[in-house]
């Protein structure tokens, strides 16, 4: 069964990393026919250092419509879906994806690896559009593991 995996990324959008949109910064993860994102960690590796930083880690009981595209965003914003389907995820988080070159990867709740991406560092993949106005999907808000 397909899992959950990283889609389009954008590592260096216009203007100066140190600007004040990090929003601008953002890894799209594709959800995966479980359609439980919780507990797993999206990461990314620090240059020069080689070691692997957190951008963001799921809460229990994310759970969305398999094929949706969640965002994930640095900075701040409005969490939620947009008109076309795709599932914004604002961290508050104030990282920045290497413009020289990065690694981005998921890791499951037991810390396995379930995808990868190696980027050239100058991505911006495009606004994220999703499927197209009407094909909003069934959101099941994120809740507490259990209830
Ligand atoms: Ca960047």
Not at 28 to 47: A, K, W, Y
Not at 84 to 101: P, Q
Not at 108 to 131: I, V
Request: with cysteine; glycine share 16%.
């Amino acid at each position: 069964m397909e899992q959950h995996r990283i889609g389009r990324v954008c590592a260096n959008p216009p203007g100066n990393d140190r600007g004040q949109d990090r929003a601008g910064e953002w890894v799209e993860v594709i959800v995966g026919p479980s359609g439980d994102l919780g507990g797993h960690e999206l990461q990314h590796r620090v240059f020069p250092s080689g070691r692997w930083e957190a951008l963001h880690r799921f809460p229990e009981g994310f759970k969305l419509v398999p094929g949706t595209p969640v965002v994930v965003h640095a900075g701040h914003g409005r969490s939620g879906p947009d008109p076309h389907g795709v599932y914004h995820v604002f961290t508050g988080a104030n990282w920045r994806l290497n413009n020289d070159g990065d690694i981005v990867r998921l890791l499951d709740p037991r810390a396995s690896e379930l995808h990868r991406r190696e980027l050239r560092g100058d991505e911006c993949e495009g606004t994220p559009s999703g499927r197209g106005p009407g094909s909003l999907p069934a959101v099941t808000p994120p809740r507490p593991f259990g209830s």
